[in-house]
């Protein structure tokens, strides 16, 4: 039998393996905060564009209503009503969300407004208890800084037009 003699094999010292493992744990920790860097990025882009697609969605919905609609009217309760052919639209416009009524649909868009500003040819009205026809409509959103502020006419027809305006006191007296 051959005694085996005392070999010597290729390997590391425990010097050696400390310093890898010091150098692999500064290169991990890095990588993960890299990660977390772009994940947190990432994450507040998709909560703004969400909120974009909000904005986006409440004015192409209320433009779309108010251009289909017979009359447009509100209230003092921050209520906007679209009356289409055999339906109504509500938009209700509070502090913290927006929310579109139509029959059994509810749609909520988070967008923070203030009061709509209401408008019947060229004149602000005043908040009133009774519905008001309007034709123009004023909303500010107030997540944006500056606010934004969306704008949406009505464009009545002729006929239209002569049911909704009062009557004209000179011509029932001639």
């Not at 310093?19 to 890299?34: D, H, K």
């Not at 309760?77 to 649909?105: I, K, N, P, S």
Request: net charge neutral; with cysteine.
């Amino acid at each position: 039998m051959r005694r085996l003699r005392h070999a010597e094999l290729p390997s590391f010292s425990l010097v050696e393996m400390l310093v890898v493992l010091v150098i692999s744990g500064i290169l991990l920790g890095s990588l993960y905060f890299a990660y977390y860097t772009v994940t947190a990025y990432q994450l507040a882009l998709t909560r703004k564009l969400s909120h974009l697609e909000d904005v986006h969605g409440l004015y192409f919905s209320l433009k779309r209503d108010v251009d289909r609609s017979e009359s447009v009217q509100s209230t003092a309760t921050r209520e906007v009503r679209c009356q289409l052919t055999g339906q109504t639209v509500q938009y209700t416009f509070t502090a913290d969300y927006c929310l579109r009524r139509q029959t059994t649909r509810i749609d909520t868009f988070h967008c923070k407004a203030l009061t709509p500003v209401i408008s019947w040819q060229g004149k602000v009205l005043e908040p009133a208890d009774s519905m008001q026809t309007l034709d123009a409509l004023q909303v500010t959103l107030t997540d944006f800084d500056p606010p934004l502020t969306m704008q949406v006419h009505k464009l009545y027809d002729a006929a239209s037009l002569i049911k909704l305006t009062q009557p004209d006191t000179l011509r029932e007296r001639n």
